[in-house]
């Protein structure tokens, strides 16, 4: 079946360093793929996504890659700040709008 | 951004009883909304997608007759976990995709099951 694979499940970075997350799906009908970030009690909301028409996203200091043949996609935040400590997950998700999720990798910048 | 809620935020009910959750979007009409559990330090794993009007459908694994949807409008879901058990016990969290398409879908704050 459908299938999302995340890596690291774990990273910590010092504060203003970069921040790079994996993510591979095994469905080469997924086209759309967001990333969420989720805090202790709290449900998942969306920071980015990216569909499959384009290879290359950013907003301010996060940027989303695809690399639709390797069915590769990547997080990557830069200038990390103490607050984007969090559970970030990525997902996938086809036509149908049922999203996969990732196993979810902790983030810790430590200040 | 769009908003959906859900209620309660949390809910402690004893085993063998039926809690009911609600999921609402706030300021846009949802004709599908999907339901997830999590539990701790997991993912999140879809259990069924709920369909205004029509029967919800349960991924593999999901009992339909022990979580059951029903989507009442076009902007409320609500799912009831019947018979609780304490393995039932979990974040349940509902989603919706916003007016622009299926595919850009906004988070529920989500809603704490504990069953003693």
């Known amino acids: 079946g459908e299938n999302v694979e995340q890596h690291p499940s774990t990273l910590s970075v010092q504060e203003g360093d970069s921040a790079v997350i994996k993510c591979t799906y095994s469905?080469?009908?997924?086209?759309?793929f967001p990333w969420y970030k989720q805090e202790l009690g709290k449900g998942p909301q969306l920071i980015i996504d990216?569909?499959?028409?384009?290879g290359e996203k950013k907003d301010q200091r996060i940027a989303v890659t695809l690399n639709k043949t390797a069915k590769h996609f990547s997080l990557h935040i830069t200038e990390t700040q103490p607050e984007d400590s969090a559970v970030y997950f990525c997902?996938?998700?086809?036509?149908?709008?049922?999203?996969?999720f990732g196993q979810g990798t902790t983030l810790q910048v430590k200040p | 951004g769009a908003v959906v809620s859900q209620h309660p935020s949390w809910v402690i009910c004893k085993s063998g009883t039926s809690v009911k959750i609600e999921c609402r979007s706030l300021?846009?009409?949802?004709?599908?909304m999907f339901w997830y559990r999590q539990f701790p330090k997991q993912s999140l794993m879809l259990m069924a997608t709920?369909?205004?009007?029509?029967?919800?459908?349960?991924e593999q694994g999901v009992e339909k007759d022990k979580f059951l949807i029903n989507h009442a409008s076009l902007t409320l879901s609500t799912l009831t976990v019947t018979s609780a058990h304490p393995e039932d016990s979990s974040f349940y969290i509902c989603?919706?995709?916003?007016?622009?398409?299926?595919?850009?879908?906004?988070f529920g704050p989500g809603t704490r099951l504990t069953v003693t």
């Open positions: 990216i569909r499959s028409n384009v």
């Open positions: 709920s369909n205004e009007g029509s029967k919800a459908t349960y």
């Open positions: 989603s919706a995709p916003t007016a622009s398409g299926i595919y850009e879908q906004y």
């Open positions: 469905d080469s009908a997924s086209n759309y």
């Open positions: 300021d846009f009409q949802a004709t599908t």
């Open positions: 997902a996938a998700s086809s036509n149908t709008g049922k999203l996969i």
